[in-house]
T-cell receptor
Framework: GAGVSQSPSNKVTEKGKDVELRCDPI?????LYWYRQSLGQGLEFLIY????????KSGLPSDRFSAERTGGSVSTLTIQRTQQEDSAVYLC?????????????FGPGTRLTVL | GENVEQHPSTLSVQEGDSAVIKCTYS??????FPWYKQELGKRPQLIID?????GEKKDQRIAVTLNKTAKHFSLHITETQPEDSAVYFC????????????FGAGTRLTVKP
């Protein structure tokens, strides 16, 4: 079936604007993860959803970041009042269950550029 | 929380040689260690993983070793090929269910033909 999809693939915005990033996980996958990858850097864990709930929000870098997931499927990551340091590729991944041994399948990412 | 360090940051080898990437972790409760390969401009993909009750795991040219006492694990690629060129990420996860996997900073591997 279809893999994890994300939209938009690229987003250029002005400093101070809000942006919303979308992730469509693989159908039937209950766990969903958001990561951030700055240029040439590793993957920074942001948040994880089991169903619609996020047990751990401590990875979100600031209160300008929020995420939600409705219907146990699509998730949106919202960044308010964007800053230049928010520029990065935002990756979404999903896995069948929340057990860590389950392979996480990554989406293609959204490249966010804040001018 | 968990802290994962990865070395080296860049690695260049000749085709046919072996490549070794090492990671250390800080949380002794971590017991799941996957490795991801990310080709230029593409998404990370799982290539191999190991659990803490296993010391070594092999899949064709790729092997991973784990030393729980020293809290380090390594990726070994033998008979490297140009298509192995990519960025490799290690990760560690300390919890059974709530999955806050922490990644290393990545190693850029270049295999010269």
């Amino acid at each position: 079936g279809a893999g994890v999809s994300q939209s938009p693939s690229n987003k250029v915005t002005e400093k101070g604007k809000d942006v919303e990033l979308r992730c469509d996980p693989i159908s039937g996958h209950t766990a969903l993860y958001w990561y951030r990858q700055s240029l040439g850097q590793g993957l920074e864990f942001l948040i994880y959803f089991q169903g619609n709930s996020a047990p751990d929000k401590s990875g979100l870098p600031s209160d300008r970041f929020s995420a939600e997931r409705t219907g146990g499927s699509v998730s949106t990551l919202t960044i308010q009042r964007t800053q230049q340091e928010d520029s990065a590729v935002y990756l979404c991944a999903s896995s069948l269950t929340s057990f860590k041994e389950d392979t996480q399948y990554f989406g293609p990412g959204t490249r966010l550029t804040v001018l | 929380g968990e802290n994962v360090e990865q070395h080296p940051s860049t690695l260049s080898v000749q085709e046919g040689d072996s490549a070794v990437i090492k990671c250390t972790y800080s949380d002794s409760a971590s017991n799941y260690f996957p490795w991801y390969k990310q080709e230029l401009g593409k998404r990370p993909q799982l290539i191999i993983d190991i659990r803490s009750n296993v010391g070594e795991k092999k899949d064709q040219r790729i092997a991973v070793t784990l030393n729980k006492t020293a809290k380090h694990f390594s990726l070994h690629i033998t008979e490297t090929q140009p298509e192995d060129s990519a960025v490799y990420f290690c990760a560690a996860s300390p919890r059974e269910v709530d999955n806050d996997m922490r990644f290393g900073a990545g190693t850029r591997l270049t295999v010269k033909p």
